[in-house]
């Protein structure tokens, strides 16, 4: 692969990386009921270490969860080299930001997912986040 189609790759990651997040975090703050339709139906959720398997087991987890508003403050993404996913078209997405949960105070989160392509949509894979508690 020449440094041009690495440099396409990298712009299309944080392309899909915008606009993915967007659509995720909008469909968590307000939309929770359409949640599952943004996995995979193998998907994983990995909750501040509550591990949760399959699209519908996510969407009732997430359901459970206290309403929240999510803010971003950093978005990052990148490729997965095409040997390592056999050729799907596959990125890591990096966000951190602070979250609220009801009317409690805004804590910090950090969450990983790794997305594929399924025809026109993307799906996630996995999904990891972790609310950043301090260190006691």
Not at 7 to 30: G, N, S, W
Not at 64 to 75: C, F, G, K
Not at 108 to 126: E, H, M, P, R
Request: proline letters at 3%; charged letters at 25%.
């Amino acid at each position: 692969m020449s440094n041009i189609e690495i440099k396409a790759k990298i712009d299309q990651a944080c392309r899909v990386a915008e606009d993915f997040t967007k659509l995720y975090y909008d469909t968590i703050d307000k939309r929770r009921h359409l949640i599952s339709r943004l996995y995979l139906e193998t998907g994983l959720l990995s909750w501040n270490g509550n591990g949760v398997k399959g699209h519908e087991d996510i969407q009732k987890f997430i359901i459970d969860l206290p309403t929240s508003d999510h803010t971003l403050v950093t978005l990052d993404a990148q490729p997965i080299l095409d040997s390592a996913v056999s050729g799907q078209l596959t990125f890591i997405i990096q966000a951190s930001g602070t979250v609220k949960y009801q009317d409690k105070t805004p804590k910090t989160f950090q969450q990983n997912f790794v997305v594929t392509a399924q025809g026109d949509k993307w799906k996630i894979v996995s999904d990891c986040l972790r609310i950043q508690e301090p260190f006691r």
